[in-house]
């Protein structure tokens, strides 16, 4: 069946640092790929999402890059911020709207 | 326009009694999605409603728990008999009607604890 495998965390990285999270899918067809992020006692929040192979979703300075190639969406940031620190979901819908999510990616960021 | 709403935002019930979890989707969204997240785990799928019809329950466990999303009022998510394993955090989703988009949007989620 479908699966997302997404890098284990927690990860810590000093403020302004660069960001990468790994996320690697398994599907048939053609899923979209998403992006959430979880706040502290929060709900998820899109962060953002690619529909078809080589789009690039980006929101609040963070990208991924759909890569049918290489069956992946790595969740980048070039400069992070403490409001950053989050726990990141990689997920993905293959048409039949039942959403498939990675365990998560906690990320901490140190002033 | 509001978002989705879920109520309670956090549940406490011993061990034996139901709860009930409520969440309004947003306006103008007819299907409604519930997700189960254990800790430190990602979401899990458990059911898919429209509006009075229940179309894919392949995710809820067979015993003690059953969703409903009435004509009017909000989707309720109840679970008979609880025990500590139930103890998680509950989210709904929300989709318009067909065709509009894939994009799943998420209430803040009510979390259960099961004493």
Redesign the interface.
């Known amino acids: 069946g479908d699966s997302v495998t997404q890098m284990e965390g927690p990860v810590t990285l000093s403020e302004e640092a660069f960001l990468t999270i790994n996320c690697t899918y398994t599907a048939t067809g053609y899923p979209s790929l998403f992006w959430y992020v979880q706040y502290p006692g929060e709900g998820l929040q899109l962060l953002l999402k690619a529909t078809k192979a080589d789009d690039k979703g980006s929101n609040k300075g963070f990208e991924a890059t759909y890569r049918k190639e290489t069956t992946s969406f790595h969740l980048e940031k070039g400069s992070v911020q403490v409001s950053d620190s989050a726990v990141y979901f990689c997920a993905l819908n293959n048409r039949d709207d039942k959403i498939i999510f990675g365990k998560g990616t906690r990320l901490h960021i140190l002033p | 326009n509001a978002g989705v709403m879920?109520n309670p935002r956090h549940l406490v019930r011993r061990r034996g009694q139901e709860a009930r979890l409520r969440c309004s989707p947003m306006k103008g969204h007819s299907?409604v999605?519930w997700?189960r997240q254990l800790p430190?785990?990602?979401?899990?799928?458990m059911v898919?409603l429209q509006k009075e019809n229940i179309i894919?329950e392949?995710?809820m466990p067979k015993e003690r728990f059953s969703a409903e999303f009435p004509k009017e009022g909000p989707s309720i998510l109840r679970i008979q008999q609880v025990v500590r394993g139930d103890s998680a955090a509950y989210?709904c989703?929300s989709?318009p009607p067909a065709g509009g988009t894939?994009?799943?949007?998420?209430?803040?989620?009510t979390r259960l604890t099961v004493l």
Not at chain 2, 102 to 109: S, V, W
């Open positions: 879920q299907h999605y997700y430190e785990e990602g979401l899990k799928f898919y894919d392949s995710g989210f989703a989709l894939d994009t799943q949007y998420f209430g803040p989620g």
